[in-house]
């Protein structure tokens, strides 16, 4: 059964499509608009402004994550596997949408400040996530090394975007959750 989606979604896909290609202010409302068939003011009909509909992109994804893991971490009391489903699930999510990391990486500080401070809590909540699990696995010595792992797993996983459209995600996701496991399981000096 074919998967459908909301004019809205169908709306921010395309915008993170562009956005990721272009860049923010590279892309116009009637360039986002003529890309999903409509014209650019009837895209305000879902979207307060060209800053709203990034914001709801942005804070969308960063809720997604921190939602699944704390799923994740609800799910699996034993660390081991809290970090294998944590890589599985951030890398699918890496694969499947490259563009969104690449417009995080770039369009963040395009934000209206009470979206960023937003997408900036969910991203430290769902970093703790992964500092708490790398501190039960043993796998660093005190919070700051845990920080400092994640955020290095984090730059492993999100280097995607540079070559999604090289490999298949088949080919991809295995090397990736390979290297990111082994580089958190690495002990430094």
Known sequence: MPVTTSRREQILAEAARLFARHGFHGVSIDGIGAAVGVSGPALYRHFPSKEGLLA???VGISEHLLAGGQELAAEHGDPDALLDALIAFHTDFALRQPELITVQD?????????????????????????VDAL???????????????????FGLMNSTPRSAGHTRAAVAA???????????HARPG
């Open 135 to 153: 501190r039960r696995a043993g796998l660093a010595a005190g919070e700051e090394t845990a920080r400092v792992g994640a955020h290095a797993a």
């Open 174 to 184: 295995p090397v990736l959750v390979a290297m990111t496991r082994a580089a958190l």
């Open 56 to 58: 709801e992109m942005l």
């Open 106 to 130: 770039r369009d963040l500080a395009n934000l209206p400040d009470a979206a960023r401070r937003r997408v900036r809590g969910l991203q430290r909540a769902y970093v703790e996530i992964w």
